[in-house]
């Protein structure tokens, strides 16, 4: 990787919170393995931010290697990219704090998924949510990453990155790369299929609201049946007054590449019974592949762990470099036998 310089860098992370959603598949995951031609990609299980809400321990350590095993299925070659979990590398936790140092309270207290955390865990409104888009930032700035790509929930989170990296550059000298989120044109909000007003998330109470991409076929279509549309019986795409139908119209889009007029066609005049069995073997295609290829991983424990251990020396090897340079500017006095 160091030898390709010229290549921008792009960086993501995923929670290991729970199984990922179809939302996390095309929002986010199903993009990273397409930019490994084009950039330096760096991916991370992001562990420490999944602290932000509680964690069994043990669910956690293993949800840490069923989230890595999902990025390696999903087609991103460890040879190619770095990954690696978040915890394994020092770095983030110790520019996380000096970043802490040049963002503002109020510029925090402005975050939406903050609110809408604290609103869904009233119990347990701690410290590392308010602050974790500081960690976010520090997973960003790190690796001097150019472009993130991730679903439209995180695009505050990135610009607030941004802004911090331009206030460092501009107090302590230029230090940053200022980097910018890759929103996919297609699905970048998956809603869910009980609210479709509402994003799909994994944390969802209702397990008929998400397919998740351990749900096997039958599941799958289950769902898809039961999704929730509206009572006029057109197919048709029009996000604020049929947002269940455009959700599925929208999913069905990204896996056949056909266009919204196209799809409205094919289904003109035969209700929305035709449209979920279809959309329904559209994602079961699309998925098997991946699933497959997640079961074979999953069960290589030495294979994953080998490729943990990798990504963690190259991470850590690469972000010191900055961190070095960021700890110099801030006025840090460097141990002279360093
Ligand atoms: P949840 O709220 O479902 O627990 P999260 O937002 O904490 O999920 P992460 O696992 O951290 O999810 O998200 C990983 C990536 O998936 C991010 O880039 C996020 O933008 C994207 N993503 C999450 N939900 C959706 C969705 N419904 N549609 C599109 N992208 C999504
Ligand atoms: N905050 C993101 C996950 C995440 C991330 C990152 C994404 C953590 N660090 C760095 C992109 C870049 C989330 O909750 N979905």
């Known amino acids: 990787m160091e030898k390709e310089n010229a290549k921008k860098i792009v960086f993501s992370g995923i929670q290991p919170t729970g199984s990922f959603t179809l939302g996390n598949y095309i929002g986010a995951v199903r993009n990273w393995p397409l930019l490994q031609y084009e950039y330096n990609c760096i991916y991370s299980v992001v562990d420490q931010h999944a602290l932000t809400v509680r964690q069994e321990p043990a669910t956690l350590r293993k949800r840490t290697y069923e989230a890595l095993a999902m990025i ?16 394994h590398n020092p770095v983030h936790s110790q520019l996380s704090w000096i970043l802490a140092c040049n963002t503002q309270f ?12 604290s609103a869904k865990h009233p119990d347990n409104v701690n ?14 700035l790190a690796y001097n990453a150019h472009g993130i790509p991730v679903g439209s929930d995180q695009k505050q989170h990135v610009e607030l990155a941004r802004n911090i990296a331009q206030r460092f550059n501009a107090n302590y000298g230029e230090t940053f790369v200022l980097p910018e989120p890759f929103i996919p044109a297609v699905g970048a909000k998956i809603m869910s299929l009980q609210e ?9 109470e209702n397990i008929n609201s998400f397919i998740l991409l351990s749900d096997d ?8 049946k039961r999704a929730v549309t509206d009572s006029d019986g057109v197919v048709k795409y029009d996000t604020e007054n049929k947002p269940g139908v455009s959700n599925l119209m929208g999913i069905y889009k990204v896996f056949t590449g056909k266009s919204f007029e196209e799809i409205e066609k094919e289904f003109d005049g035969v209700g929305y019974g035709v449209l979920k069995e279809a959309v329904g073997t559209s994602v079961i295609e699309a998925l098997a592949p991946v699933q497959s290829e997640y079961t074979r991983i999953l069960s290589d424990r030495t294979y994953l762990d080998s490729v943990m251990k990798n990504g963690a020396e190259k991470a850590q090897r ?12 801030v006025g840090f006095v460097q ?4």
């Open 217 to 224: 076929k039958d599941t799958i279509m289950r769902k898809f």
């Open 318 to 329: 690469y972000s010191q470099r900055i961190l070095d340079k960021v700890y110099r500017k």
């Open 106 to 117: 109020g510029e925090l207290s402005r975050m939406t998924q903050f609110k809408d955390k």
């Open 335 to 338: 141990l002279k036998n360093k």
């Open 72 to 87: 390696l299925a999903s087609g991103v070659d460890p040879e190619k990219s770095m990954v690696f979990v978040q915890s």
């Open 196 to 204: 479709p007003t509402k994003k799909m998330s994994k944390s969802d």
């Open 127 to 140: 410290g590392g949510l308010f602050t974790y888009p500081i960690l976010m930032a520090a997973d960003i």
